[in-house]
């Protein structure tokens, strides 16, 4: 009798939408493109947004889609989703989540559940509604509570978290700011205008410059020409 093993199946949809909100859909956005900058330059961490992540394999059921989660050691490659047991058993060490006005508490604390039985290393959850940031962090095998976290700065990710009036700031450790989409495009158009600035700067100088060498130059032919002159005259230039 021949027994046939049934491929077990791991959507990359859990049919949920990515946001329930524009501003935590900007936040999603600007964390993770915010984390993928960190990290640009390093091909063996992986930075997604809304990406499921299965950790048991066999149990497709298992899963959780952190809003932004960033995992070291994983090349940066397209993934239709994060299957652990196919990433060296890799865990994501960092996940940021936005809470949405409609989640429940029964909803954060599943989540806060899984990422402590999963071996998340930093847990950040950001209420925009509130203005507050809660932060854990894996103690001896458990995601204890950061207190404070104004100020806070990730071990893995060496960012800091700082609340403002306008909301959650995140700083890169150069001091440089998580910019929203918005903000590089603003950021861009003020960095070309004063590279054009400092283009026609310089090139005003060079400008100068040749009018200058020019100047010299009329002059030392003057000189040259005075000098004939007196020359012609039987007088020696050089004793004037």
Same mark, same amino acid.
């Given at each position: 009798?021949?027994?046939?093993?049934?491929?077990?199946?791991?959507?990359? =949809?859990?049919?949920?939408?990515?946001?329930? =909100?524009?501003?935590?859909?900007?936040?999603?956005?600007?964390?993770?493109?915010?984390?993928?900058?960190?990290?640009?330059?390093?091909?063996?961490?992986?930075?997604?947004?809304?990406?499921?992540?299965?950790?048991?394999?066999?149990?497709?059921?298992? /899963?959780?889609?952190?809003?932004?989660?960033?995992?070291?050691?994983?090349?940066?490659?397209?993934?239709?989703?994060?299957?652990?047991?196919?990433?060296?058993?890799?865990?994501?060490?960092?996940?940021?989540?936005?809470? /949405?006005?409609?989640?429940?508490?029964?909803?954060?604390?599943?989540?806060? /559940?899984?990422?402590?039985?999963?071996?998340?290393?930093?847990?950040?959850?950001?209420?925009?509604?509130?203005?507050?940031?809660?932060?854990?962090?894996?103690?001896?095998?458990?995601?204890?509570?950061?207190?404070?976290?104004?100020?806070?700065? /990730?071990?893995?990710?060496?960012?800091?978290?700082?609340?403002?009036?306008?909301?959650?700031?995140?700083?890169?450790?150069?001091?440089?700011?998580?910019?929203?989409?918005?903000?590089?495009?603003?950021?861009?158009?003020?960095?070309?205008?004063?590279?054009?600035?400092?283009?026609?700067?310089?090139?005003? $100088?060079?400008?100068?410059?040749?009018?200058? =060498?020019?100047?010299?130059?009329? $002059?030392?032919?003057?000189?040259?020409?005075?000098?004939?002159?007196?020359?012609?005259?039987?007088?020696?230039?050089?004793?004037?």
């Amino acid at each position: 009798m021949q027994v046939t093993t049934e491929q077990i199946i791991y959507p990359s =949809s859990d049919g949920q939408p990515m946001a329930e =909100s524009t501003i935590q859909y900007k936040l999603i956005v600007k964390i993770k493109e915010g984390c993928e900058s960190l990290f640009k330059n390093d091909p063996n961490v992986f930075v997604a947004a809304d990406l499921l992540w299965y950790p048991v394999e066999g149990r497709p059921d298992i /899963s959780q889609a952190p809003d932004t989660m960033v995992i070291f050691g994983r090349p940066k490659v397209e993934r239709p989703s994060y299957m652990q047991f196919l990433e060296d058993n890799i865990a994501p060490q960092v996940v940021f989540e936005i809470r /949405s006005h409609n989640d429940r508490q029964t909803k954060m604390n599943k989540k806060l /559940s899984f990422y402590q039985r999963h071996g998340v290393e930093e847990y950040y959850l950001y209420d925009p509604e509130r203005n507050e940031l809660e932060g854990w962090q894996r103690i001896e095998g458990n995601l204890e509570v950061i207190e404070p976290m104004e100020g806070w700065i /990730s071990p893995r990710l060496g960012v800091r978290f700082e609340l403002g009036e306008d909301g959650l700031e995140i700083y890169r450790p150069d001091g440089q700011r998580f910019l929203s989409y918005a903000e590089l495009e603003e950021q861009g158009e003020l960095n070309r205008q004063r590279a054009e600035q400092e283009s026609q700067r310089a090139e005003q $100088e060079a400008q100068r410059a040749e009018q200058e =060498s020019q100047r010299a130059e009329q $002059e030392a032919q003057r000189a040259e020409r005075l000098a004939a002159k007196l020359r012609e005259l039987n007088i020696d230039p050089d004793r004037i």
